[in-house]
């Protein structure tokens, strides 16, 4: 009877002390965090109350609306404490929202607290990507909340919890996938005359917050912001249907890691067993039976959906649509996966055991049934916890804590090298406002972070002619290489200077023998726009 989920409490605390205590020698993923997303927050701290609607700081003036912050609520966070501290913050909190939505959620459906604290702390592990918000870690809890709604408990924490998701959590990667489920489950409710008042304002909550709180993004995604954005010029990528279905399907997607690969054959292998033994099935296991095989289908389908996204014919289809509609990432609906994949192996596991406790009477081979099961399903959360160990956080920064001489990564305090940029700024000798800079195989993000105005910069929105005018700077040197060339021209989010010798990496080590030749970049249009070093 005791309360089994402190224990996984402290476990998560315990998970997260080597990173505090290495401070801004840290290791995290840098991909999509250091290099954009992080920046979003900060300058949106810098400016927040100001009622700017420009960032003077890249691109020559970039407008409010081409760097939305994922999830709104964190702001606040950058707003009071420094930019480490509160990523730190950021990721703490998700990931105690991500374990305690989770244990209420699979509490909920079992009422089998240990199976739940164990699932609920391997989902909390997960490597999430923090900048994002709540986009995955937060859907456990607004699943409960909308279950406590529907059956009306727990009212008041429920929309709470749906208010603290939205904010917490981004329109375009989560935002329209609930409110698109929510909009079909209304109107089955509606059809079957289903008196639940509750869930329909809940969906109304969720639906007004998520505008209110995103109405930039959504006037310059719908509307004229003032310019004609680069966007018309995207390409959108094809793949191969089933390479793209077998890749999500065992690994799961970019910003929505499961590690579920261990929990595949066993979730599906207990499930047709249970298949062939339907008719003997307990009220509790036909349950049980019912939700994993709604977990399943669910997951399939969101395979075959996401594949469809990148098929060649329909993507021949969404480029006839116009501009905005064309370049939506329905295939987001595949952040759903993590969430699915864990359910299904957490009430699995309830289904062991109750066919364990539940014996009695029945022939020998049903009786060894359930304890074959429960072998294979603990050898398998064995490994799925290895797989998490080795892709979590916790284990880098364990690493680097134990042996600080060997390089396990790009630490913070490395990535964003303050001090070698506080030398060049002292070198300069100038106010930073009063000059701009361009930076080669050095990620825009870090010039930006230690406070220099740049004239590159990386932004899902700004300005077709812009674009033109800084492809005039790099144009010979993409001429050499079709595929950097091909990367600006059908796509050019990431606004930077290119070299044909180094393709799109922005990272030559400071112990590298790279030399440059025949670097060709237009230096009098680094002028036109104003860039002085």
């Given at each position: 009877q005791k309360p089994l989920w402190i224990v996984g409490f402290l476990i998560l605390c315990l998970s997260f002390l080597p990173c505090i205590l290495l401070g801004e020698g840290a290791l995290f993923d840098a991909h999509d965090t250091y290099d954009g997303a992080l920046l979003t927050y900060m300058l949106k701290a810098k400016y927040l109350f100001t009622g700017a609607d420009t960032y003077p700081e890249l691109m020559n003036g970039i407008s409010t609306s081409g760097m939305e912050v994922p999830a709104p609520l964190f702001v606040i966070l950058y707003y009071f404490f420094e930019p480490f501290m509160a990523h730190m913050m950021q990721y703490i909190i998700l990931s105690v929202t991500a374990f305690f939505g989770m244990y209420l959620c699979l509490k909920r459906i079992t009422s089998f607290k240990s199976v739940s604290c164990l699932i609920a702390l391997l989902f909390a592990l997960l490597p999430f990507a923090p900048v994002y918000g709540h986009s995955v870690a937060g859907l456990p809890l607004v699943i409960y909340a909308f279950i406590c709604l529907y059956e009306k408990k727990h009212l008041a924490l429920s929309y709470i919890s749906i208010a603290y998701f939205v904010l917490a959590s981004s329109l375009v990667y989560i935002g329209y996938a609930c409110i698109s489920i929510l909009f079909v489950m209304c109107c089955y409710f509606l059809i079957r005359k289903k008196g639940v008042k509750h869930f329909y304002i809940g969906s109304i909550v969720l639906l007004v917050l998520y505008i209110l709180s995103n109405l930039d993004l959504i006037y310059g995604t719908f509307?004229?912001?003032?310019?004609?954005?680069?966007?018309?010029?995207?390409?959108?990528?094809?793949?191969?249907?089933?390479?793209?279905?077998?890749?999500?399907?065992?690994?799961?997607?970019?910003?929505?890691?499961?590690?579920?690969?261990?929990?595949?054959?066993?979730?599906?292998?207990?499930?047709?067993?249970?298949?062939?033994?339907?008719?003997?099935?307990?009220?509790?296991?036909?349950?049980?039976?019912?939700?994993?095989?709604?977990?399943?289908?669910?997951?399939?389908?969101?395979?075959?959906?996401?594949?469809?996204?990148?098929?060649?014919?329909?993507?021949?289809?969404?480029?006839?649509?116009?501009?905005?509609?064309?370049?939506?990432?329905?295939?987001?609906?595949?952040?759903?996966?993590?969430?699915?994949?864990?359910?299904?192996?957490?009430?699995?596991?309830?289904?062991?055991?109750?066919?364990?406790?539940?014996?009695?009477?029945?022939?020998?081979?049903?009786?060894?049934?359930?304890?074959?099961?429960?072998?294979?399903?603990?050898?398998?959360?064995?490994?799925?916890?290895?797989?998490?160990?080795?892709?979590?956080?916790?284990?880098?920064?364990?690493?680097?804590?134990?042996?600080?001489?060997?390089?396990?990564?790009?630490?913070?305090?490395?990535?964003?090298?303050?001090?070698?940029?506080?030398?060049?700024?002292?070198?300069?000798?100038?106010?930073?406002?009063?000059?701009?800079?361009?930076?080669?195989?050095?990620?825009?993000?870090?010039?930006?972070?230690?406070g220099f105005y740049c004239i590159d910069g990386y932004s899902n929105n700004y300005p077709l002619s812009y674009k033109h005018d800084f492809r005039k700077i790099i144009e010979k040197e993409i001429e050499k290489n079709i595929y950097i060339e091909s990367y600006f021209d059908d796509w050019g989010s990431r606004c930077y200077l290119y070299s044909a010798q180094t393709n799109t990496s922005y990272g030559i080590d400071k112990g590298s023998d790279f030399v440059y030749t025949d670097l060709e970049l237009n230096t009098d249009a680094m002028k036109a726009l104003d860039c002085n070093y």
């Amino acid at each position: 009877q005791k309360p089994l989920w402190i224990v996984g409490f402290l476990i998560l605390c315990l998970s997260f002390l080597p990173c505090i205590l290495l401070g801004e020698g840290a290791l995290f993923d840098a991909h999509d965090t250091y290099d954009g997303a992080l920046l979003t927050y900060m300058l949106k701290a810098k400016y927040l109350f100001t009622g700017a609607d420009t960032y003077p700081e890249l691109m020559n003036g970039i407008s409010t609306s081409g760097m939305e912050v994922p999830a709104p609520l964190f702001v606040i966070l950058y707003y009071f404490f420094e930019p480490f501290m509160a990523h730190m913050m950021q990721y703490i909190i998700l990931s105690v929202t991500a374990f305690f939505g989770m244990y209420l959620c699979l509490k909920r459906i079992t009422s089998f607290k240990s199976v739940s604290c164990l699932i609920a702390l391997l989902f909390a592990l997960l490597p999430f990507a923090p900048v994002y918000g709540h986009s995955v870690a937060g859907l456990p809890l607004v699943i409960y909340a909308f279950i406590c709604l529907y059956e009306k408990k727990h009212l008041a924490l429920s929309y709470i919890s749906i208010a603290y998701f939205v904010l917490a959590s981004s329109l375009v990667y989560i935002g329209y996938a609930c409110i698109s489920i929510l909009f079909v489950m209304c109107c089955y409710f509606l059809i079957r005359k289903k008196g639940v008042k509750h869930f329909y304002i809940g969906s109304i909550v969720l639906l007004v917050l998520y505008i209110l709180s995103n109405l930039d993004l959504i006037y310059g995604t719908f509307f004229s912001d003032g310019f004609i954005s680069h966007r018309v010029e995207f390409e959108l990528v094809t793949a191969p249907f089933w390479s793209s279905f077998q890749s999500v399907f065992l690994a799961s997607a970019e910003l929505a890691v499961s590690c579920h690969y261990y929990l595949i054959v066993p979730i599906f292998v207990l499930h047709l067993i249970e298949t062939c033994r339907y008719k003997h099935l307990t009220a509790k296991e036909k349950k049980a039976y019912k939700f994993i095989s709604f977990c399943l289908i669910s997951i399939l389908l969101l395979c075959l959906f996401y594949a469809a996204n990148f098929w060649s014919p329909i993507v021949s289809l969404k480029n006839l649509l116009p501009t905005s509609i064309k370049h939506f990432q329905f295939h987001r609906f595949c952040f759903f996966l993590p969430i699915l994949w864990y359910l299904a192996a957490g009430v699995s596991l309830w289904e062991i055991w109750e066919m364990r406790i539940s014996f009695k009477n029945r022939s020998l081979f049903n009786c060894l049934i359930p304890y074959v099961k429960v072998i294979a399903m603990v050898l398998f959360m064995a490994m799925t916890i290895i797989t998490i160990r080795r892709e979590s956080i916790y284990r880098w920064n364990l690493n680097q804590l134990n042996n600080p001489s060997v390089d396990y990564g790009i630490t913070f305090e490395e990535y964003f090298a303050s001090q070698q940029f506080e030398e060049i700024k002292d070198y300069i000798g100038k106010p930073q406002d009063s000059y701009k800079v361009a930076s080669l195989e050095i990620c825009n993000a870090i010039t930006l972070y230690n406070g220099f105005y740049c004239i590159d910069g990386y932004s899902n929105n700004y300005p077709l002619s812009y674009k033109h005018d800084f492809r005039k700077i790099i144009e010979k040197e993409i001429e050499k290489n079709i595929y950097i060339e091909s990367y600006f021209d059908d796509w050019g989010s990431r606004c930077y200077l290119y070299s044909a010798q180094t393709n799109t990496s922005y990272g030559i080590d400071k112990g590298s023998d790279f030399v440059y030749t025949d670097l060709e970049l237009n230096t009098d249009a680094m002028k036109a726009l104003d860039c002085n070093y």
